[in-house]
């Protein structure tokens, strides 16, 4: 139980072009998804918390306009990088909550290599 | 504020014991504990709460100390699975719907 499925696994694309990375709960409802993320060797920096059907919180730092979150079901969240460049070349890693209630652990999609050339 | 991890990497043979700590200069409510493989989605291992408590399944377990605003994992004979980085996350103050901060990762590696 608790499969989150993220796609896709990797991309590469040309700077200025615009990516979308799905985020499903697959046999849960999700209240709450973050997105993370995560540089070579190094812990999980959250970026934005979203909860269904409200929009999302993002962090200190984080472009809302650059980092596009959408959370328009209980099953499904995107985040869409808009006009990437070399420097947004990153893991980002999805995760799934039931309710808003820290004490549920977080369950994490398999992430999402990206490469802007 | 990020918590701690020490040590920061750690090499055992298969059946060995390790200590993972997760330290926090905040009032903590709550205590995660995850493991990730390269490549891999991190897994969700156990959640502490405060009020002081201990928990674990097969040869892991955790404690959870709020006084000391400490967590600390336990790997015992430890087996060529448990190779990973593992990160805790800390729910600080006192409200269960803080958000969760990674610790930087300690990185397991058991051989044969």
């Known amino acids: 139980g608790a499969v989150v499925s993220q796609h896709p696994s990797w991309v590469i694309c040309k700077s200025g072009t615009s990516v979308k990375i799905e985020c499903r709960s697959l046999?849960?409802?999700?209240?709450?998804m973050f997105w993370y993320r995560q540089f070579p060797k190094q812990s999980l920096m959250l970026m934005a918390t979203s909860n269904e059907g409200s929009k999302a919180t993002y962090e200190q730092g984080v472009e809302k306009d650059k980092f596009l979150i959408n959370h328009a079901s209980l099953t499904l969240s995107t985040l869409t990088v808009t006009s990437a460049h070399p420097e947004d070349s990153s893991f980002y890693i999805c995760?799934?909550?039931?309710?808003?209630?820290?004490?549920?652990?977080?369950?994490f999609g398999d992430g999402t290599r990206l490469s802007i050339l | 504020q990020q918590p701690v991890q020490s040590p920061q990497a750690v090499i055992l043979r298969e059946g060995e014991d390790a200590v993972i700590n997760c330290s926090s200069s905040k009032a903590l409510y709550s205590v995660h504990w995850y493991r990730q493989k390269h490549g891999e989605a991190p897994v969700f291992l156990m959640i502490l709460l405060k009020g002081g408590e201990q928990k674990g399944h097969d040869k892991i377990s955790a404690s959870f100390n709020e006084k000391k605003q400490q967590s600390s994992l336990y790997l015992t004979a430890s087996q060529l699975s448990y190779s990973g980085t593992y990160f805790c996350g800390t729910v600080s103050g006192g409200t269960s719907y803080g958000k969760l901060t990674f610790g930087q990762g300690t990185i397991l590696t058991v051989h044969p």
């Open positions: 995760s799934a909550r039931v309710g808003q209630n820290s004490n549920q652990p977080q369950h």
């Open positions: 046999d849960f409802q999700a209240t709450t």
